[in-house]
């Protein structure tokens, strides 16, 4: 389909729109409001023909808007046609081993090997690249936004942080959906009158302004490689580290 007519230019915007992805992850995470906010932003670094392109392949309910379907593999991981897909969101590592290992820590709970995010990405990205038929544009858009997550990337007793609980203001709650949710929630009902545009807005800006020099570190990926999730896990990694360490002295104290 859409692939025949892209030049290879294209494809490399919509390697490059998935390499932006990463941009947003410092301000928050993803749940329903994050997976929009992250791919709506990354919709305006498209070419007219990679959008075409995407428009094409997306489902018609999504009325040409990427954004729109980016939590779609949330929705279904628990379904049972889906169920495959739930160990794509997260990869864990071995407890205060404090790094990844992509050999070492990609698989799923049934010991299948390249089941995890980082698998996923690399999946995905090969499939865009030999114009598979069935691709499907929001599942490594989703992906490349957990992997970004200090809580879909870390020790493999924490389960993902849904068994470290917290207090979230006066609500009581695990850390995996503070990150996720409550996070950019609160964020967008405090500072943006409870309108996620007006907070993408104010993200772009960002991007054009106060982060532009950040830009070429995020686009930055080892050997030239198409797509680094490694990279990206290993960041990731790092912020679990110094979510836990926190954790642990508050407790101390
Ligand atoms: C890779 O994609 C194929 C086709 O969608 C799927 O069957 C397979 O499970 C995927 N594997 C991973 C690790 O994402
Ligand atoms: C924009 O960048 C500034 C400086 O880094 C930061 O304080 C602010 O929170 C950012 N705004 C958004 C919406 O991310």
């Not at 046609?81 to 709970?109: A, E, I, M, Q």
């Not at 959906?177 to 800006?205: C, E, N, P």
């Not at 106060?210 to 290993?234: E, G």
């Amino acid at each position: 389909m859409g692939f025949r007519r892209m030049g290879c230019h294209d494809l490399l915007w919509i390697v490059r729109l998935f390499f932006l992805m990463q941009l947003v992850h410092v301000v928050f995470s993803w749940g329903k409001h994050g997976h929009y906010a992250v791919c709506k932003i990354a919709e305006g670094y498209l070419t007219k023909d990679a959008t075409a392109t995407v428009k094409e392949l997306l489902p018609d309910y999504a009325n040409g808007e990427l954004a729109s379907v980016c939590s779609w593999p949330d929705d279904i991981k628990w379904y049972y046609r889906w169920y495959w897909t739930s160990p794509l969101h997260y990869v864990d590592t071995p407890s205060f081993k404090c790094n990844y290992n992509y050999g070492r820590d990609c698989y799923d709970s049934s010991g299948r090997r390249n089941n995890c995010v980082t698998g996923a990405i690399f999946n995905y990205t090969k499939q865009l690249f030999s114009a598979y038929q069935g691709y499907n544009p929001n599942l490594k858009s989703h992906y490349m936004a957990d992997v970004h997550q200090p809580l879909h990337v870390g020790f493999t007793g924490d389960l993902g942080g849904s068994i470290l609980k917290v207090r979230w203001y006066r609500k009581k709650t695990n850390l995996h959906h503070v990150w996720d949710t409550l996070i950019i929630d609160t964020a967008v009902k405090t500072f943006y009158g409870s309108d996620l545009s007006t907070m993408v807005r104010a993200i772009q800006r960002n991007i054009t302004d106060a982060w532009s020099s950040d830009i070429s570190s995020w686009n930055y990926c080892r050997h030239h490689k198409r797509v680094c999730p490694n990279q990206y896990a290993a960041e990731s990694v790092r912020l679990h580290v110094t979510l836990r360490i926190r954790m642990l002295n508050q407790e101390a104290s």
